[in-house]
């Protein structure tokens, strides 16, 4: 069983950058594809990155060019670096974790970004 934590939301302005973190407990993260989804209010649920156990990196065509996905083992732990934030990039973030990247039973609790104008 796996335990995730986030941290690292707040209220930042268009243009600023943001850097999420995600902690694990219970089992390493090097098992694991791990990813950030996230979702604002009356919205689906969206994908916004994942990083594969070998390491290799996707970023959702919305964030393409401004995210940056990354995983440490001695702190097990995942993060999120989105630059260039917009207002649309405002929603819950959270972090998951899975034994393939096409199933996620493992998610943290959330951490909200706000993106103001």
């Known amino acids: 069983q796996v335990q995730l934590v986030e941290s690292g939301g707040g209220s930042v302005q268009a243009g600023e950058s943001l850097r999420l973190s995600c902690v694990g407990s219970g089992e390493t993260l090097r098992r694991f594809c791990l990813a950030w989804f996230r979702q604002a209010p009356g919205q689906e649920r969206e994908e916004v990155a994942h990083?594969?156990?070998?390491?290799?990196?996707t970023c959702a065509d919305s964030v393409k060019g401004r995210c940056t996905i990354s995983k440490y083992s001695a702190g097990n732990s995942l993060h999120l670096l989105l630059t260039s934030l917009k207002p649309e990039d405002s929603a819950m973030y959270y972090c998951a974790a899975g034994r393939s990247c096409d199933d996620y039973p493992y998610w943290g609790q959330g951490t909200q970004v706000i993106v103001s104008t």
């Open positions: 990083i594969q156990r070998d390491g290799r990196r």
